[in-house]
Structure formats: C-alpha cells, structure tokens
C-alpha cells in the first residue's frame, strides 16, 4: 500500500508568489514524522523541514512552512516568495517509527516539480 | 564541518559485472542508510547500517550487500548487476540517538549497460 501521495507530478509558479504543494499519508503508528526535500538537477537531496506526529504547532523553517492536518492525514508545504532558484523536485516523506534509538527508514512520495517562472 | 560524501560520482557497469559504492556520514552521525532512486521515481530504501551490523532492509534482493566500517563510513556492493539496477543511489546518514533528519548525500549515478 502506498503510504505516500504526491498528487501534482508539476506546478508552476510565477516568481515572488506562494505556493503549495500536496502530501497525503497513512499510517497506523502514532509516532511519525513528515519531511520534505528539494532535490535540484544534480540529485542531492536537500531536507527543508520536519514535522514530528506529536508537534502540535506547524513545522516552519525560513521560507518554507508544513500545513500539517493530522485527522486528514495531509502535510502540505508551502513556499512563501518563491525564487527562481526553488525550481527543482519536492519529495515528501515519512519516517515510521520516529524516535530516537529505533528510527525508521525514509518513504518517499513520488514527488512534484516545481518550475518558477520570472 | 563536512557534510555526507559519496564515490564515485558517476560509474558505468555492464551487466553481470559487480560495483561497490563508498559514503562518509556527516561529522557525528553513526547511522547510514542508502536508497535506490530510479529515473522519475522516489527514492526507495535498501538498507541500513548501525554499530556496523544491517539493521533494517527494504525489499531489494540479496545481490545488494553492504558493510560499515568502525569508522562509520559504509559501502554498497550489488553483484550480477542488471540493467534494471541503473539508478541514483542516495546514501543517507543520521545520528540514531537523537531524533533528527537524515541527511543525504550528492549521489552514485550508477548506469548499466
């Protein structure tokens, strides 16, 4: 069962403008955590922001917010004032269990790429 | 302070042929995974390595094999390649008593002909 869902394979946005993109999840453990990277053309995978199932705050780092909406089992980022450099892949991921001494392994989503436009 | 490193960048194999990947984990981090990201696809997890043993597998076939060294570092060996095995392959590394990220590396692109 796939427990990742990326639905938008592309989004485009013009330059200076927010925009969201889409993560749905399952699963049955209680301790999870959400992430999201940016993967450039030249393949690294770069962490932008975590989310823990038990934070009861959304997950902000600079630019870059997790509208985190735990009965709906939904962790969308948002980008604030986009930049030509943030065109690039965006996964989404979870890690169940998420604690520490037993961490599970990352599964990612199948990603969305995201073009901005000047 | 010094980020995951991974070589070689770029490899060509043929098939049948075996390949052995190389990663350093960040500073710190005594826990290395390594992922699979084939063409337009999410990474997929392979394994993971801590206090030198594998401790969690993915459902890839046991030509992949790994190993970590006292030194934290870690390789990736896959025998009998297949031209299916042409991928990215991530290695990632994390620190397992803290509750943090893992972070990845820039990559092994592996090409099997």
């Known amino acids: 069962a796939q427990k990742i869902t990326q639905t938008q394979p592309g989004m485009f946005v013009q330059e200076k403008e927010a925009v969201t993109l889409d993560c749905t999840y399952d699963?049955?453990?209680?301790?999870?955590?959400l992430f999201w990277y940016k993967q450039p053309s030249s393949g690294e995978m770069i962490f932008l922001i975590y989310?823990?199932?038990?934070?009861?705050q959304n997950a902000t780092e600079g630019r870059y917010s997790l509208n985190f909406q735990k009965a709906r089992k939904s962790a969308n980022l948002v980008i604030s004032a986009s930049q030509l450099g943030d065109s690039a892949m965006y996964f989404c991921?979870?890690?169940?269990?998420?604690?520490?001494?037993?961490?599970?392994?990352?599964?990612f989503g199948k990603g969305t790429k995201l073009s901005v436009k000047p | 302070d010094a980020g995951v490193t991974q070589s070689p960048t770029h490899l060509i194999k043929t098939r049948g042929q075996q390949v052995t990947l190389r990663c350093s984990p960040k500073?710190?981090?005594?826990?290395v995974s390594w992922y699979q990201q084939a063409l337009g696809q999410g990474p997929q997890f392979i394994f993971q390595?801590?206090?030198?043993?594998?401790?969690q597998r993915g459902n890839f076939p046991d030509r992949f094999s790994g190993h970590q060294f006292p030194n934290y570092s870690s390789e990736l060996n896959v025998n009998a390649l297949l031209l299916g095995d042409s991928a990215l392959y991530l290695c990632?590394?994390?620190?397992?008593?803290?509750?943090?990220?893992?972070?990845f590396g820039p990559g092994t692109r592996l090409l099997v002909l």
């Open positions: 991921a979870m890690r169940e269990p998420d604690y520490g001494g037993s961490q599970g392994n990352l599964i």
């Open positions: 989310q823990g199932s038990y934070d009861e």
């Open positions: 990632a590394s994390s620190l397992e008593r803290a509750q943090e990220t893992q972070y």
């Open positions: 699963t049955s453990d209680q301790s999870y955590g």
């Open positions: 500073s710190g981090h005594d826990t």
């Open positions: 390595y801590y206090e030198e043993e594998e401790r």
